[in-house]
């Protein structure tokens, strides 16, 4: 983590952070104002860890910018990627709210910028604000559903539903050009990189994708949605909240 850089610790550039997360936009300046009053901003360099897996969960964390990994490793080290964190995400919602640990653990992709306000500023806000905190609730609520249909996925879906259904998310997300590998899409989509090489290569040959060293182009997003399950959009829904 680098020392934060001069000239951004004002509160309008907080608030003009706060204003991508989606579940605190619909506030007014001044609400926003007053949460950017205890907000720092701490940067990251690619591969830092922002927070692992058991650490008490201290801080609210928004990305400003970058993409952060999400993830819970096996004891065989093996990683189950859950989520892709872009601007506008929040990284640790549910441990904040719940005052537990953090239960996954969240590494820098590239270059990351993420704004933090202390949990116990961050409960007294919302206490203040209940709109906000019944948003969470709801935005939790649907959470957990999706986590109960990715268990079922990872059961009983083909390895090829998966990956195509990883790789639409990801590129609604972050755009047609995704700097990502193999082994990251494997993470994701929660199988082996072998098995995502192939999915890939039979994507390639039918023209929805390019692939080269740490990036992927998607070709034909339409033609890659129709291979993937329909509840991916919902997925992506959700998880811009987040």
């Known amino acids: 983590m680098k020392n934060l850089q001069p000239g951004t610790q004002n ?3 907080k608030v003009e952070i706060l204003k991508k997360s989606l579940s605190l936009a619909h506030l007014g300046e001044g609400h926003l104002q007053k949460l950017a009053a205890h907000a720092t901003i701490r940067y990251f360099r690619k591969k830092d860890f922002i927070f692992h897996e058991g650490d008490p969960a ?15 490793a096996s004891a065989s080290g093996k990683e189950f990627v859950a ?36 949990r116990e500023e961050f409960i007294s806000f919302l206490n203040e604000h209940p709109s906000v905190a019944t948003k969470i609730i709801g935005i939790l609520g649907e959470v957990t559903n ?45 199988t082996t990189t072998a098995s995502t090489i192939r999915v890939m290569s039979k994507l390639k040959k039918v023209g929805i994708l390019r692939s080269y060293r740490q990036k992927i182009i998607i070709l034909d997003q339409a033609r890659l949605q129709e291979l993937s399950r329909t509840a991916a959009s919902k997925e992506i829904e959700i998880f811009n909240y987040f």
């Open 146 to 190: 999706l986590a109960y249909e990715k268990i079922v996925d990872l059961l009983v879906e083909r390895v090829d539903l998966r990956v195509s259904t990883a790789l639409f998310m990801l590129s609604s997300k972050f755009g047609n050009t995704l700097f990502l590998t193999c082994s990251d899409i494997a993470d994701l989509a929660g």
């Open 83 to 118: 989520h892709i964190a872009g601007p506008g995400n929040t990284l640790n919602i549910a441990a904040l709210f719940g005052g537990k640990p953090h239960y996954l653990t969240a590494r820098c992709i590239e270059d990351t910028s993420v704004l933090c306000v202390g």
């Open 11 to 13: 509160n309008l550039f």
């Open 58 to 72: 201290s801080r609210l964390c928004i990305v400003q910018y970058g993409r952060v990994k999400l993830f819970k």
